[in-house]
């Protein structure tokens, strides 16, 4: 059975730091392009920062600088830290594993088959 969690999120207040894990089961994530994904209310779903199989970063949202995407293979895990959060960072964050090797560009990530059920993260101001 293919399982995908998110877990980390929580209620910061704007300048904190969260750490998001995500682990997998019945997949792996080696040899594959992972990636985080978050969506706020009222909002459509937009890609976060990917990480292809060779370990390339492409962040995709307003994030660069502050958040640091990293996977460790050998635990099949993913991680997101995130640093000096900002209230429009509120969203829930979702972890998705695509079918290549390579991030592929910007968007909602329609075409990756392997998503978790999203944890919530709230940044107060």
């Known amino acids: 059975q293919v399982q995908v969690v998110e877990s980390g999120g929580g209620v910061v207040q704007a300048g904190g730091s969260l750490r998001l894990s995500c682990t997998a089961s019945?997949?792996?994530?080696?040899?594959?392009?992972v990636g985080w994904f978050r969506q706020a209310p009222g909002k459509e779903r937009e890609g976060v920062s990917c990480m292809s199989a060779f370990g390339r970063i492409t962040d995709y949202a307003a994030v660069k600088g502050r958040f640091i995407i990293s996977r460790d293979n050998a635990k099949n895990r993913l991680y997101l830290q995130m640093n000096s959060l900002k209230p429009e960072d509120t969203a829930m964050y979702y972890c998705?594993?695509?079918?290549?090797?390579?991030?592929?560009?910007?968007?909602?990530?329609?075409?990756?088959?392997?998503w978790g059920q999203g944890t919530q993260v709230t940044v107060s101001s």
């Open positions: 998705a594993k695509y079918s290549g090797d390579f991030c592929v560009a910007a968007g909602p990530g329609n075409d990756y088959p392997y």
């Open positions: 019945g997949l792996t994530f080696a040899g594959y392009a």
